[in-house]
């Protein structure tokens, strides 16, 4: 049994387990209370139960188990015959490497914010899948993104717990010398000194930056504390550890890659160290910026213009004059390469643009975000049409399975033999959605939205307790209260998301009269589920909060909608297999992509959202329900109406109707061709593995 329990343990050393749903099960069979209590982090768990005990809880079909996931691991880990070194075995010789500012992979891994970091997260599962060699490049944040709690109000608060190392599937980075690797980088006058994690995901690595060790002084140490926290001047030398670092790193690690992408602005700061290189190595100014610009690519995430980091020449002057000087680079020569209009030398210095100038190719992130990138970016290129604007796109997607619930998983093996292959083509999907009763479909369906549920009502007794702790009504009970909620047979919607103000949250609740009356139709009524985060600083998105947390608490509402605290990928997970239908209202065309939505396919979910992002691309009229058309108007206040009027009438009039028209086995037959409709047309293509084939042959591969 010593044998199992170091199987079990190297299992916990790659986030593989992650999305292998069997891996997943043991943990969970070895203390069901603690594997919540511990945030689903294996290796914590483990730091919990003894060698002894684990031995003798793999004395049963446990420990065969296990042994069957390791098997299944270090096969994985071993494939040779990879998509990649069947149609790219240029990306097999040398990695791709792939900056992001953040990597959501896993709930228990917290170095996310939301949906760049899920992508970037879904993106390196599916790089690792497909054999692509991938080397992705973020920091280490000891505190991570917040944990949000709200107040008796609905005032979100937000606490920032630690996470150690030590309980991270993380290792340090050590070089020949067998002693930690530590990379510099300059930031104004002071050398600033970082360290790396290695963190395993598949067959993809991670590595970590660290500026949280003594040799740093201690302003300089909290750079690695918390994603997107702290003013600009904290930004400037985050991207500058995460560009400039991150080429050292890999330099120091004798990585040659095959190509860099930058995953956002944030990391454009790479471009710099590249370029210097090529100067001190004797290039020719014109010559080295070619050749940087032939190995880095660039993806662009945000139409939103506060999404874009800007930094005052000052702040670039005062960050940048020692490294310039260091490498022979001229100050307004630097500015220039930030600049959106050229022809003013003290703007503001622009990490996209210095990105889009620096990169052989660059993308939006859907075909609806590409136009708008073009438009928004046109004046850089100078050119007569949008169409001559260098910048395409590639339309996000999310990895599978790891969005398939354990449920979700075991049900379509029943009909095939993996996820993979009901999303590899629609031929392929509806071949095995032909083989799959409305019955057996129905039953997903219930019994998903009873699993979501089931864990609302956990999640709310201990969300509404501490609630209560800040209240001065000591008669709010709150496991009554939780207990009371919601129910499987009625339908279910959800919202989550970050609380950005142009997602337009609280918009269901425009007409409180019209939603009481859906809501509580005596035969057809609705219930909603709400979650997401405002940024700490976003006073206008946390009102959002408020004004929802106050509306679900009105006796009309109360117990049919609800707000689950603190959304993170966990939470993601559960709501998007839980819900009946996905519900997206972003001011058009703010949204570049979106993928929640993407996720709630495979569970047998179906999307209703204003056309933006990834939806017009997607949208057949038999695969989900859209907001509108499309229109646009000038004025918000407009806007707003007229999206809630639409919101409302296909409410009323196709999604609830359709979904409680039942045949004589009290089957809803219509909405479960609309949901194999769903499966057959959007699972199929809004997917990572997709997408990633795309970025490697489209944009990793430089075959010309
Ligand atoms: C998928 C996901 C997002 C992104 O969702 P959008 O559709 O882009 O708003 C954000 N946060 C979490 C936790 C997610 O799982």
Redesign the pocket.
Known sequence: MRKTVSSCKEITRNLWWSWDTEAKEIFRELSPILWERVNHNPVELLRHISNDELQARFQCTLGEKTERVAARFRSYMAETDTWAARNTPELVKNPVAYFCAEF?IH?SVRI????????AGDHIKSASDLGINFVGVTLFYKEGYFRQYLNHDGWQLEDYPLQYPECLPIEKVTGPDGKDLIISVSIAQSEVFAQAWRLKVGRATLYLLDTNIPANESHYRDICCRVYGGDQNMRINQEIVLGIGGVRLLDALGITPAVYHMNEGHSAFLTLELLSKELAAGTPMEDARQKVRSRCVFTTHTPVPAGHDRFSRDMMHYTFDHYLSQNGIDFDDLMLLGAEDRSNPYGLFTMTVLALNFSRAANGVSKLHGEVSRQMWKTLYGVESEADVPIGHIT?G?HAQSWATPTTDRFWRRFTDSLDTLTGSQKAAEEILSRVPDEDLWCLRFHLKRNLIDFIHRYLANQLFHQHTYSMYPEYDSSRLAKNTLSPDVLTIGF???FATY?RAPLVFRDLDRLNRIINHPTMPVQIVFA??AHPHDDAGKEYIRQIVEHSRRPQFAGKTIFLEN???G???RM?SGVDVWL?N?VRPM?????????TVLNGGLNFSVLD?WWPEAYNGENGWSIGNGEMFENHEDQDRFDAEKLYDVLEHQIIPTFYERDENNLPVKWLRKVRNAIATIATVYNTHRMVKEYAVKYYLNRD
Do not use: D, F, H
């Not at 996310?112 to 992508?119: A, D, F, I, P, T």
């Open positions: 959501g709930e996310y914010s939301g949906g760049l970091g899920v992508l996000n999310v989550a998301r970050r997602k997401g985060k959304y993170n990928l939470v993601a997970k998007v997206n972003p949204e570049a992509s979106g993928t929640s939505g993407e996720k992002g």
